[in-house]
């Protein structure tokens, strides 16, 4: 997972974000990701070789869509309250 270091600038914060992403992803209910989360950890696929294969790369947009369209529909406030949590 070299590439995830590059990805997140050398922030430690972020790698660890984004390493526990992929471990939540090796345990979602999706198969495709699942085998894609497995493919980067294993060092087989680097995360941005999955984002640009289509079947991985739209499986990992369809839940950001639905986060995007419920983020733009909350208050300022609301925003406020979920970045802090993160």
Do not use: C
């Amino acid at each position: 997972m070299d590439d995830l270091d590059d990805i997140v600038d050398g922030d430690p914060r972020r790698a660890d974000a984004l390493r526990d992403a992929l471990g939540h992803l090796g345990k979602s209910n999706n198969p495709l990701l699942r085998e894609m989360a497995a493919a980067v950890q294993d060092g087989q696929l680097t995360l941005r070789q999955a984002a640009s294969i289509s079947t991985y790369g739209d499986e990992l947009t369809q839940p950001f869509r639905t986060f995007w369209k419920a983020y733009q529909g909350m208050t300022t406030q609301e925003r406020d309250d979920l970045a802090a949590r993160y």
